[in-house]
């Protein structure tokens, strides 16, 4: 990756690791590689949907850039979903990870999710 983006003189900041982290990951080897990467400058996303290994476990164990979270199904009139969105936006703030990314499918429910965020 690194001799691409000095190739084509690309900027790193245009670029974030997307990481999914099977629940058998050694802990030691992904905190090395996680090190490795912020260490080259580039910063990276915790994809919660895609990973097997325990949240609580990375979050606890981990720094991210970013948390991704897939909202293909949430429903910003229902309660619970916002209760849901609400903590997750808590806990990206008190985790130090104060930027999250959203991922959705349909694009009246990202604006319906930054409108629920912003009020």
Known sequence: MKKILQEYQLPRQFFYFDLAIPNNADPDLVQEQLLSLRKDGFKYAFDLASSSYPITDALIQFTFDFLKFD???????????????????????????????????????LTLFSRSVAS
């Open 71 to 109: 909202m293909t199904t949430f429903d910003v009139h229902d309660p619970k979903s916002t209760t849901l969105l609400a903590s997750i936006v808590t806990a990206c703030k008190h985790l130090a990870s104060g930027h999250f990314l959203k991922i959705s499918r349909a694009k009246t429910r």
